[in-house]
T-cell receptor, first 117, second 114 residues
Framework: AQKITQTQPGMFVQEKEAVTLDCTYD???????LFWYKQPSSGEMIFLIY??????QNATEGRYSLNFQKARKSANLVISASQLGDSAMYFC??????????????FGIGTKLQVIP | NAGVTQTPKFRILKIGQSMTLQCTQD?????MYWYRQDPGMGLKLIYY???????DKGEVPNGYNVSRSTTEDFPLRLELAAPSQTSVYFC?????????????FGPGTRLTVL
């Protein structure tokens, strides 16, 4: 089974609209973390947001929020008020293992978001 | 504020050559990681380190070695380069403490093995 599944190869969104990028994960660990990264066409990886498995509140960072549904094992990224600069590849990733211990990191294959003026 | 720096940015190697990819972070982060990203794919973890003197294998460690003698530096060594190692290599660091984590990536090294 895939550890991280991103089912949307490509998404379009109108400028200033909100968009949700889907991510589901599979783990038997109790302690894990979920990440979203942005990779523009220039190639760098930009950390957007993090959600720990024990965090009860959904993580938010500016226009980014992570819709964490633990029972469904989903960690969708919501981008509000899309901007042209949001056009990029978006990767969901999971880190399994507790702080200070063995770490396993798995990335999804990404979703390409294009913002339309 | 330099963050995570990687050198070189580009490199072409011949089959069988060796090289070291340098990675340095100035944020006093405890965790450091090396990833590779093949075209059209997500990243795969090669090696990681939870602190100076402590390293461990990730998903795809074969053909690589690492060391971490200081908190700041985490070089990745390629021995006997092969065409399958053609990829973009990213170094990252994070401050993992309890339930919080932040991750920062270097700009990447684009490696071609011919």
């Amino acid at each position: 089974a895939q550890k991280i599944t991103q089912t949307q190869p490509g998404m379009f969104v109108q400028e200033k609209e909100a968009v949700t990028l889907d991510c589901t994960y599979d783990t038997s660990d109790q302690s894990y973390g979920l990440f979203w990264y942005k990779q523009p066409s220039s190639g760098e990886m930009i950390f957007l947001i993090y959600q720990g498995s024990y965090d009860e509140q959904n993580a938010t960072e500016g226009r980014y929020s992570l819709n964490f549904q633990k029972a469904r094992k989903s960690a969708n990224l919501v981008i509000s008020a899309s901007q042209l600069g949001d056009s990029a590849m978006y990767f969901c990733a999971m880190r399994e293992g507790p702080s200070g211990g063995y770490q396993k990191v798995t990335f999804g294959i990404g979703t390409k978001l294009q913002v339309i003026p | 504020n330099a963050g995570v720096t990687q050198t070189p940015k580009f490199r072409i190697l011949k089959i069988g050559q060796s090289m070291t990819l340098q990675c340095t972070q100035d944020m006093n982060h405890n965790y450091m990681y090396w990833y590779r990203q093949d075209p059209g794919m997500g990243l795969k973890l090669i090696y990681y380190s939870v602190g100076a003197g402590i390293t461990d294998k990730g998903e795809v460690p074969n053909g690589y070695n690492v060391s971490r003698s200081t908190t700041e530096d985490f070089p990745l060594r390629l021995e006997l380069a092969a065409p399958s190692q053609t990829s973009v290599y990213f170094c990252a660091s994070s401050y993992l403490r309890g339930s919080t984590d932040t991750q920062y990536f270097g700009p990447g090294t684009r490696l071609t093995v011919l």
